[in-house]
């Protein structure tokens, strides 16, 4: 596993002091903005001085880059967060984790497929599941649907709702 997470990119420099804008690829602005530390994927560390949301995005001031020359050679590097630097709450996942889960009935150990995405709509997220034959199902993030997460193990078990999953062939 990955100790380093995309959180975001710099997309462009902001007024005459070497600010940057970053576009957050995390939960909101403001998670991005609680960072002294972010990385680039090499690992290096990244000192962050200020940061601040403006809207959507996020205004950074990282230590060493002073003027809007220094800021414009960052332009479109990934930042990165590491996992040591977040303490997730009970049930909660980072959706790299959650990519690659092979999803299987709870109850009786049927296999759907593999989740291979998370879109985040805002009520709950929904796991894109891809089965064997390569037919996409979608299903919520809700307690009522995921009965277990083992992302140690690579296994998510649901019980699905009714007519989820009908006329999908049965996999052995």
Same mark, same amino acid.
């Given at each position: 596993?990955?100790?380093? &997470?995309?959180? /975001? @990119?710099?997309?462009?420099?902001?007024?005459?002091? /070497?600010?940057?804008? %970053?576009?957050?690829? *995390?939960?909101?602005?403001? +998670?991005? *903005?609680? +960072?002294? #530390?972010?990385?680039?994927?090499?690992?290096?560390? %990244?000192?962050?001085? @200020?940061? =601040? =949301? $403006? !809207?959507?995005?996020?205004?950074? @001031?990282? !230590? /060493?880059?002073?003027?809007?020359?220094? $800021?414009? !050679?960052?332009?479109?590097?990934?930042?990165?967060?590491?996992?040591?630097?977040?303490?997730?709450?009970?049930? *909660?996942? +980072?959706?790299?984790?959650?990519? /690659? &889960?092979?999803?299987?009935?709870?109850?009786?150990? =049927?296999?759907?497929?593999?989740? #291979?995405?998370?879109?985040?709509?805002?009520?709950?997220?929904?796991?894109?599941?891809?089965?064997?034959?390569? !037919?996409?199902?979608?299903?919520?993030?809700?307690?009522?649907?995921?009965?277990?997460?083992?992302?140690?193990?690579?296994?998510?078990?649901?019980?699905?709702?009714?007519?989820? +999953?009908?006329?999908?062939?049965?996999? =052995?």
């Amino acid at each position: 596993m990955n100790n380093l &997470l995309e959180a /975001g @990119k710099i997309v462009s420099v902001f007024g005459i002091k /070497g600010e940057v804008k %970053v576009q957050p690829w *995390c939960d909101s602005p403001e +998670f991005l *903005c609680e +960072f002294d #530390t972010l990385y680039y994927k090499s690992g290096t560390p %990244v000192e962050i001085e @200020k940061s =601040r =949301r $403006a !809207k959507n995005i996020v205004v950074m @001031k990282i !230590k /060493g880059v002073d003027t809007v020359e220094e $800021a414009q !050679k960052i332009r479109n590097r990934v930042l990165y967060i590491s996992r040591d630097d977040v303490e997730l709450d009970e049930g *909660c996942y +980072f959706i790299a984790d959650l990519i /690659g &889960l092979e999803v299987v009935d709870a109850d009786s150990g =049927r296999v759907y497929g593999t989740i #291979t995405d998370v879109t985040e709509t805002g009520a709950n997220d929904v796991y894109h599941i891809k089965a064997q034959d390569g !037919k996409m199902y979608y299903i919520p993030a809700i307690p009522q649907v995921v009965a277990e997460t083992d992302t140690e193990n690579g296994i998510m078990k649901i019980t699905p709702l009714e007519g989820l +999953f009908e006329g999908m062939e049965e996999v =052995r």
